[in-house]
């Protein structure tokens, strides 16, 4: 079903034309079903139901009379008008001539500059009273004046070819040909081109450059909600083979034959086909993608948040498949510009800077880890760009639904903080401390598998993102580091600067007026907050030096009632800060203080009965009961954790 452009509720035709034509005479025709001999001098502007036309859109239809109207009221209805109808009389030269010397000009000059073209169809009435055509006599004038749809001969007293007239004059406001059919070029115009070459590459699911016949029959039930009858296809194929050299190749359909066929809808007058193909892909009237289809609206609540769906995972994955021609496990950057062929530019402009993101293989290139890590981070941080992308690669019809299935928007922050536990997967995480502090080493250092690469990277150039994996307690979970930019100490968070699901405050161990800055932060901004915080000392491997603030870092934790310092050195970088983030941005406020407490409690007994090392082939009963003790330990003092910092948070 052809879908209707929702900005034109009604269409507008206007008849015009030398006086005694038969304007009116078309109108009433119609109306009445019958010919009417007294004729008054204009009709009255008349509205048909849409029940009652081919396109099932109600449609006005407004006479013109010369001597009842100025010139400023014609220009005022030809401006209001969809589609104008200019009528000539088949046995009066002089009113055709009148087309191209009068009519067709008046028309152009009468719209604005800031509108298209205004569609035309020239309509012959009298046909009764002669014995030829004159249709190739009007054919120039197409030529001449593309904006002229289509030309018919009509007559108002044998009702021959009325309805036909009215059903052009809608069409060409519905399915134009202007925008695709050059009449010049006798070719379909380069913006509809390019629409069906990005169709072609959608619909071209093995990416092997031919449409086979599953190929084009999932594009005819997208399109047309039905089948197409083996039949059918062979005629379709049997006439590309006739008309276009390589229009068939291995008995699939080239790009070249899907481009003449669609020449061919227009050329027989069957618009409605190839418009039908485009507006099913989101184009609009100007052959652009609409606004509406690209980005849906969302609502998305103050404090919730937006991930990949489970079926935007998979339509990703399939498309990171399907373009990973040599099976290597990742995307060159020649497989991502073909990739990326259908959209109008590559979401990410600086492909060299995808390592410094997200994980990637030895050559830099985007496993389908990294892939998916990518489109995970745009969709929390740019969700209208991750929605642009679903469109132009085709979500909306490999899955025959809005993109908006492929996202999901999380629980509201606050209810999180109520219920004291996120079920989000992708946790933003800002990092925040002085120049020189190290953050962007420790926002790479959790992409980063080879520290010795990664030590070798330039820190000062590309995204201040970093997005990676992480499990806790089993489950797997998106950590996003952000590097808060500081340009001078004293300059001031933005509110977009601190909120977040946990923030990481970091400080150099090694430089002794390093961590009054984040002191300072945290006092600020934080303290009050229920935002979890985790202050980190960096450059472990270097000698620890005394801070030269009141408070040693340690003593500043216990005072505040936060994790005392983890200590971070990228020679030592054994991922546990990541989850000790996500951890508490999972479970935010005081319950992550004690989770990951006794999580370290458990360790630690783990490691003493030296489970690690027997594991469940052990059989020493000694070995089980010491364990036994040690997990019974854990969990009472978890408890007494959890009602001292119950007793102790302010309310």
């Known amino acids: 079903m052809v879908t209707w452009n929702t900005n034109k509720r009604i269409v507008r035709i206007l008849l015009v034309g030398d006086p005694g034509v038969g304007k009116t005479s078309l109108i009433l025709s119609l109306v009445s079903e019958d010919f009417l001999e007294d004729v008054p001098p204009k009709a009255e502007e008349i509205t048909i139901p849409a029940d009652v036309t081919p396109e099932q859109v109600p449609t006005n239809i407004v006479d013109y009379n010369a001597s009842e109207q100025n010139d400023d009221s014609l220009h005022e209805e030809i401006n209001k008008a969809h589609v104008v109808c200019i009528v000539y009389s088949v046995e009066d030269e002089s009113s055709m001539d009148r087309i191209s010397e009068y009519w067709l000009p008046l028309i152009r000059d009468s719209v604005n500059e800031s509108e298209q073209r205004k569609p035309v169809v020239l309509v012959g009435n009298k046909i009764d009273l002669i014995d030829y055509s004159t249709i190739d006599n009007v054919l120039g004038i197409m030529e001449d004046f593309p904006e002229v749809e289509s030309c018919v001969e009509c007559s108002a007293k044998t009702l021959h070819n009325i309805s036909e007239m009215f059903y052009y004059a809608q069409k060409a406001v519905l399915h134009p040909a202007a925008p695709l059919y050059s009449m010049e070029d006798q070719d379909l115009t380069e913006k509809c081109k390019k629409a069906l070459v990005r169709i072609f590459k959608i619909c071209d699911i093995d990416g092997d450059g031919l449409l086979n016949d599953f190929e084009l029959n999932h594009f005819q039930r997208r399109c047309f909600n039905a089948p197409l009858q083996p039949q059918v296809l062979e005629e379709v194929k049997a006439v590309l083979s006739k008309n276009v050299p390589d229009g068939v190749v291995n008995d699939a359909v080239t790009l070249k034959g899907f481009l003449f066929l669609h020449c061919l809808f227009i050329q027989r007058g069957r618009n409605e086909t190839t418009w039908a193909v485009l507006r099913r892909f989101g184009y609009n009237e100007t052959l652009e993608m609409s606004k509406e289809y690209l980005q849906p609206a969302i609502k998305i609540p103050p404090g919730s948040s937006t991930e990949l769906s489970h079926r935007g995972q998979q339509f990703l994955t399939m498309l990171f498949e399907r373009n990973d021609r040599d099976l290597d496990g990742a995307l060159s950057p020649d497989e991502l510009k073909s990739l990326f062929s259908a959209c109008p530019a590559l979401p990410w402009p600086s492909l060299s800077d995808l390592r410094r993101i997200v994980p990637t293989n030895e050559k830099g290139w985007l496993t389908l880890h990294g892939w998916i890590c990518r489109w995970t981070l745009q969709t929390l941080v740019d969700l209208p760009r991750t929605l642009e992308y679903l469109a132009y690669l085709g979500f909306n019809v ?181 989850v000790k983030l996500a951890t508490m941005a999972a479970f935010p406020r005081f319950q992550a203080a004690w989770i990951l407490f006794y999580r370290h409690r458990l360790e630690h007994l783990w490691d003493s009965t030296n489970l690690r090392h027997f594991g469940l082939m052990s059989s020493d009963p000694q070995l089980w009961w010491k364990a036994g003790i040690g997990l019974a330990a854990a969990t009472c003092f978890g408890y007494f954790i959890v009602k001292l910092f119950q007793r102790s948070t302010p309310s």
Do not use: W
């Not at 070798?456 to 993102?465: A, I, L, M, T, V």
């Not at 030096?545 to 020679?571: G, T």
């Open 398 to 578: 490999h899955e025959n639904e809005s993109q908006l299935t492929a996202i999901q928007v999380t629980r509201e922050r606050r209810l999180d903080l109520a219920k004291k536990q996120s079920n989000r997967t992708v946790y933003m995480c800002h990092v925040i401390g002085p120049k020189s502090a190290g953050k962007t080493a420790l926002c790479r250092a959790l992409i980063a598998e080879d520290m010795k690469r990664l030590l070798e990277r330039d820190f000062r150039s590309g995204s201040h993102y970093c997005i990676n994996s992480v499990q806790i307690y089993g489950q797997e979970k998106h950590l996003v580091m952000r590097d808060i930019e500081v340009r001078q100490v004293l300059d001031p968070l933005q509110p977009q600067d601190v909120h977040c699901d946990v923030a990481c405050l970091v400080y150099d161990t090694n430089n002794p007026k390093s961590f009054e800055y984040i002191a300072r932060i945290y006092i600020k901004y934080f303290a009050e907050s229920k935002i979890p915080v985790l202050i980190t000392g960096t450059k472990g491997d270097l000698a620890e030096v005394r801070q030269e603030y009141l408070l040693q870092p340690a003593e500043f934790c216990q005072k505040y009632k936060i994790l005392p310092p983890q200590i971070f050195s990228l020679k030592h970088n054994k991922k546990d800060l990541y």
